[in-house]
């Protein structure tokens, strides 16, 4: 078995080592002058929360497609915007193809203001 380093990670060198701490202690100090403090996180994370869903994703799997659109009723959003909506219960569409939706939508918003 040949070792190797995980995907999406690389190896520094000693040079680029010092140009890179060089860098972060200039940007660390001119944040720390302006009253900042360091945090630091994990740098992995349980798979759990890298596989999982969050938000308005997760809760229509939760609640079902109806029961979404139902509570979009109720804060009086038109069926006719939830039509328009609909392309993006889809999670088989890309992400180009939802912004491109939500583009559509938006300028349709953006004319019927004025």
């Given at each position: 078995m040949k070792p190797s380093i995980p995907?999406?990670?690389?190896?520094?060198?000693?040079?680029?080592?010092?140009?890179?701490?060089?860098?972060?202690?200039?940007?660390?100090?001119?944040?720390?002058?302006f009253g900042f403090?360091?945090?630091e996180t994990p740098s992995f994370e349980n798979l759990s929360t890298l596989t999982g869903k969050y938000g308005e994703?997760?809760?229509?799997?939760?609640?079902?497609?109806e029961k979404v659109i139902e509570e979009l009723l109720d804060k009086n959003i038109?069926?006719?915007?939830?039509?328009?909506?609909?392309?993006?219960?889809?999670?088989?569409?890309?992400?180009?193809?939802q912004i491109a939706v939500l583009n559509e939508l938006l300028k349709e918003s953006e004319i019927g203001k004025k």
């Open positions: 995907k999406g990670t690389r190896d520094f060198n000693a040079i680029e080592i010092f140009n890179r701490r060089f860098i972060i202690n200039c940007i660390q100090r001119n944040f720390e002058k403090t360091p945090l994703e997760d809760k229509l799997d939760k609640i079902g497609k038109s069926q006719k915007s939830i039509d328009k909506l609909e392309p993006l219960f889809k999670t088989y569409n890309s992400n180009e193809e």
